[in-house]
């Protein structure tokens, strides 16, 4: 019988510590930059549409930086990807982390007030090159940053249980949930940590990006065994 190894990058253990990251960026910057989202790009495409219906025009420009911000964060990861893949030993997924790492530092150390643009268009880039650098998890497609598709591919599988009886749906609905519970705890947490500690609080999440990075160090390539049954 044939059986595949998933690689580490792919595990529940590291999308849950990714997935407690975004939970904490939203709490983060909801509480401590300004009352904004700074995972998802949506509303600020809405904003931009409403500024822009108003005659708002420099104020629009407000809602693309963050945009363009994102857009940018996608095309760094895919050019570490196709320039570094693996080299000298490390994953390029790792060089994805190490880059969040000394970017969420930076934000740590920006005035609450005067800062908070400027932290706001760095959390949307590292989210954006998280999002784009951890996709799957098991084989499924998943977001570390975001809960809307998780939440609706988790129910898609439960309805797969409910009316299909497939025992399989049940175990990947399971998975889905479990990220979008480990989100929420993020978010609780970030929640509860950044009224005490302020900007700093972000240096928290640094913490679990350097655990997600010495993770994938036991990276396994997916690979094909045999074995009897």
Same mark, same amino acid.
């Given at each position: 019988?044939?059986?595949?190894?998933?690689?580490?990058?792919?595990?529940?253990?590291?999308?849950?510590?990714?997935?407690?990251?975004?939970?904490?960026?939203?709490a983060?910057?909801?509480? %401590?930059? !300004?009352?904004?989202?700074?995972?998802?790009?949506?509303?600020?495409?809405?904003?931009?549409?409403?500024?822009?219906v108003?005659?708002?025009?420099?104020?629009?420009?407000?809602?693309?930086?963050?945009?363009f %911000?994102?857009?940018?964060?996608?095309?760094?990861v895919?050019?570490?990807?196709?320039?570094? !893949?693996?080299?000298? !030993?490390?994953?390029?997924?790792?060089?994805?982390?190490?880059?969040? *790492?000394?970017?969420?530092?930076?934000?740590?150390?920006?005035? *609450?007030?005067?800062?908070?643009?400027?932290?706001?268009?760095?959390?949307?880039?590292? =989210?954006?090159?998280?999002?784009?650098?951890?996709?799957?998890?098991?084989?499924?497609?998943? %977001?570390?940053?975001? =809960?809307?598709?998780?939440?609706?591919?988790?129910?898609?599988?439960?309805?797969?249980?409910?009316? @299909?009886?497939?025992?399989?749906?049940?175990?990947?609905?399971l998975?889905?949930?479990?990220?979008?519970?480990?989100?929420?705890?993020?978010?609780?947490?970030? %929640?509860?940590?950044?009224?005490?500690?302020?900007?700093?609080?972000?240096?928290?999440?640094?913490?679990?990006?350097?655990?997600?990075?010495?993770?994938?160090?036991?990276?396994?390539?997916?690979? @094909?065994?045999?074995?009897? =049954?």
């Amino acid at each position: 019988m044939k059986q595949w190894n998933s690689p580490i990058s792919e595990s529940f253990r590291i999308g849950a510590i990714l997935a407690f990251a975004g939970g904490f960026f939203d709490a983060y910057t909801f509480i %401590a930059r !300004g009352g904004v989202f700074a995972n998802a790009q949506t509303g600020n495409m809405i904003l931009l549409a409403i500024q822009l219906v108003q005659g708002n025009f420099l104020h629009a420009l407000y809602y693309l930086i963050p945009i363009f %911000a994102f857009v940018c964060g996608i095309f760094l990861v895919e050019f570490i990807k196709r320039k570094f !893949g693996l080299k000298n !030993g490390v994953h390029w997924r790792q060089r994805i982390l190490v880059i969040e *790492i000394l970017v969420l530092i930076f934000v740590a150390f920006l005035p *609450i007030g005067k800062g908070d643009i400027f932290a706001n268009v760095l959390i949307s880039f590292i =989210c954006a090159m998280q999002v784009q650098s951890f996709r799957t998890i098991h084989g499924l497609p998943y %977001a570390t940053t975001m =809960c809307t598709g998780n939440l609706r591919s988790g129910t898609e599988q439960l309805v797969h249980l409910t009316f @299909e009886k497939d025992g399989t749906a049940g175990k990947k609905a399971l998975l889905y949930f479990s990220i979008i519970f480990v989100f929420i705890c993020g978010a609780a947490v970030g %929640a509860m940590v950044t009224p005490l500690v302020g900007a700093k609080s972000v240096l928290f999440c640094c913490v679990l990006l350097a655990i997600a990075f010495f993770m994938l160090f036991f990276q396994q390539k997916g690979k @094909e065994i045999s074995k009897e =049954c």
